[in-house]
């Protein structure tokens, strides 16, 4: 899937792409999560590249029949922070998430993305996101948001 970032060094926004990612081609350094070994049976890997180059990661884990969730993502280490190379690179993931689970989720779960948090991000998906906390860290990104991120990052009607 086609998506725009913005690279902050050329001032311009620039096509990227969300695709499935194996596991030869996930990172091997530099990033906080060993993303060789997040790879499950349970879980589905993508990738957001821009010429080759890995922008961010993000695994959506099959918690039960018909329920996924996003359990990690992770900007690649050029692109972190206000001084990041590129920029709406989380936004994109976090939106390709919510499209999958319109796609993956059934029943009540339809269009829910649900998420764990680490406690100082809790602000910044509130705020960014849309994302709403419903029990310590746990976050939603209920449908009506997720449509919502799904226009504003992948330009798509849901």
Known sequence: MK???YDNSRKKNIVGYISLAEKKELPKTKWKFNWSSLCTKESLIF????????QGLLKMTKVDEGYYE??????????YGSNGKMSNVAGCLIAYGCLLTFQFNQGNYKGHLAFT????LIQHYEKYYYAELVYREKMIIFPVNGKKLIQK???LEI
Do not use: F
């Open 47 to 54: 990738k957001l590249e821009y010429e080759e180059e890995i």
């Open 3 to 5: 998506v725009k970032i």
């Open 70 to 79: 996003m359990s990690n993502l992770e900007l690649s280490p050029m692109n």
């Open 117 to 120: 948090s680490k406690g100082k």
């Open 153 to 155: 990052y992948l330009n």
